[in-house]
């Protein structure tokens, strides 16, 4: 496996735990509604969306490059 | 033909750079999945340790909100962020980007430092955060900010604990604690080490702080590791490019590979002891 495809796999575990982290925080935020975890919830839900267009680009400009 | 040449003088290992045709891949990417396998298995193990310890421990018993999350996310960021500096940095290496390549790793050395830096204040916090049991049958719990050994005196900044299983699950946010000072003869005396009843939050504290400062000690050794392999091959080794291309590509990639597997063990650990 190269590094191309280990990123892949990599970035799609990131973007997993992002969304994981949003939704924890907003959880936190249910409960305790300190403003704060709801900011940081947005910033990963967005960071989340960020990550799977990242992907993608990556997935385009290196799409010469072998998987092995 | 034969593999190795003749002459010691120009002896050379064969698929050092070239990939072998049966495998399709270069020697040292081989190499280096196979050491990642036993890398999976040590943090596999731990991983495993972890769960046990934790699914056996009596009910409200494990502790909760220990560790400060704001922390274990700016370090989960900093490595996903370090992880994708290296792929710009192998991919500007692969269209001949030289000065691009060593730009990119040096902002993935700098990640691997920033990282390593919040690791150790995050364990500072916990060297000076104490339990404090004292002769009146209360529990005190909080960071240290003082000792005064002429007064026998300790400044503190925490609170009381009414109920042990506030001690184990304590607010995620609470408001900022004035100072307390707690007098050494007020506290517990331990009947069999004679010494008074009070214990920073160190590996040695309970359990969950052992299994804790393990994985995430290792996790650092790791850390510190790759950015030494990462460092080496960005610097002092950085003529090869100029000599041999092509093995010095594999070698940023090799590194490359280990670096994302120390970030992926984090990508684990972050949720396993910050947020479950």
Not at chain 2, 215 to 222: K, P, S, V
């Given at each position: 496996?190269?590094l191309?495809?280990?990123?892949?796999?990599?970035?799609?575990?990131?973007?997993?735990?992002?969304?994981?982290?949003?939704?924890w925080?907003?959880?936190?935020?249910?409960?305790?509604?300190?403003?704060?975890?709801?900011?940081?919830?947005?910033?990963f839900?967005?960071?989340?969306?960020?990550?799977?267009?990242?992907?993608?680009?990556?997935?385009?400009?290196?799409?010469?490059?072998?998987?092995? | 033909?034969?593999?190795?040449?003749?002459?010691?003088?120009?002896?050379?290992?064969?698929?050092?750079?070239k990939?072998r045709?049966d495998?399709?891949?270069?020697?040292?990417k081989?190499?280096?999945?196979?050491?990642?396998?036993?890398?999976?298995?040590l943090?596999?193990?731990?991983?495993?340790?972890?769960?046990?310890m934790?699914?056996?421990?009596p009910?409200?018993?494990?502790?909760?909100?220990w560790?400060?999350?704001w922390?274990g996310?700016?370090?989960?960021?900093?490595?996903?962020?370090?992880?994708?500096?290296?792929?710009?940095?192998?991919?500007?290496?692969?269209?001949?980007?030289?000065?691009?390549?060593?730009?990119?790793?040096?902002i993935?050395?700098?990640?691997?430092?920033?990282?390593?830096?919040?690791?150790?204040?995050?364990?500072?916090?916990?060297?000076?955060?104490?339990?404090?049991?004292?002769?009146?049958?209360?529990?005190?719990?909080?960071?240290?900010?003082s000792?005064?050994?002429?007064?026998?005196?300790?400044?503190?900044?925490?609170r009381?604990?009414d109920?042990?299983?506030?001690?184990?699950?304590?607010?995620l946010?609470?408001?900022?604690?004035?100072?307390?000072?707690?007098?050494?003869?007020?506290?517990?005396?331990?009947?069999?080490?004679?010494q008074?009843?009070?214990?920073n939050?160190?590996?040695?504290?309970n359990?969950?702080?052992?299994?804790?400062?393990?994985?995430?000690?290792?996790?650092?050794?790791?850390?510190?590791?790759?950015?030494i392999?990462?460092?080496?091959?960005?610097?002092?080794?950085?003529?090869?490019?100029?000599q041999?291309?092509?093995?010095?590509?594999?070698?940023?990639?090799?590194?490359?590979?280990?670096?994302?597997?120390?970030?992926?063990?984090?990508?684990?650990?972050?949720?396993v002891?910050?947020?479950?």
């Open positions: 496996m190269s191309k495809a280990f990123h892949i796999v990599f970035i799609a575990l990131s973007i997993l735990l992002s969304f994981f982290c949003g939704v925080l907003l959880r936190e935020y249910a409960s305790s509604h300190h403003a704060a975890f709801l900011v940081v919830a947005i910033l839900l967005v960071a989340g969306v960020g990550l799977i267009c990242y992907g993608k680009s990556v997935l385009r400009k290196l799409k010469h490059i072998s998987y092995l | 033909m034969s593999l190795i040449n003749q002459n010691p003088s120009h002896m050379e290992i064969p698929y050092a750079v990939p045709p495998t399709g891949l270069y020697n040292a081989v190499g280096i999945w196979l050491f990642l396998a036993s890398e999976v298995m943090f596999g193990a731990l991983f495993c340790s972890y769960i046990l934790r699914v056996n421990a009910e409200g018993t494990w502790p909760h909100h560790l400060n999350i922390m996310m700016t370090n989960t960021i900093v490595l996903i962020f370090s992880s994708v500096t290296v792929v710009l940095s192998w991919a500007s290496l692969k269209m001949g980007q030289f000065k691009r390549y060593k730009f990119y790793q040096s993935t050395i700098l990640c691997a430092l920033a990282f390593l830096g919040i690791k150790s204040f995050e364990y500072h916090d916990k060297f000076i955060h104490y339990q404090v049991n004292l002769k009146d049958g209360r529990i005190f719990d909080g960071h240290l900010q000792a005064a050994s002429t007064t026998n005196q300790f400044v503190f900044k925490g009381f604990i109920k042990p299983e506030e001690l184990y699950n304590p607010p946010e609470h408001a900022e604690e004035p100072p307390i000072t707690i007098a050494k003869s007020d506290i517990k005396i331990d009947p069999t080490t004679k008074p009843m009070m214990e939050y160190g590996p040695w504290h359990t969950y702080l052992a299994i804790y400062f393990t994985m995430t000690g290792l996790h650092a050794l790791h850390v510190i590791a790759g950015c392999v990462i460092f080496a091959i960005w610097g002092p080794l950085a003529k090869v490019w100029e041999d291309p092509e093995r010095y590509v594999n070698r940023v990639e090799v590194s490359g590979l280990f670096w994302h597997f120390v970030d992926l063990v984090w990508i684990f650990l972050f949720p002891l910050y947020l479950l």
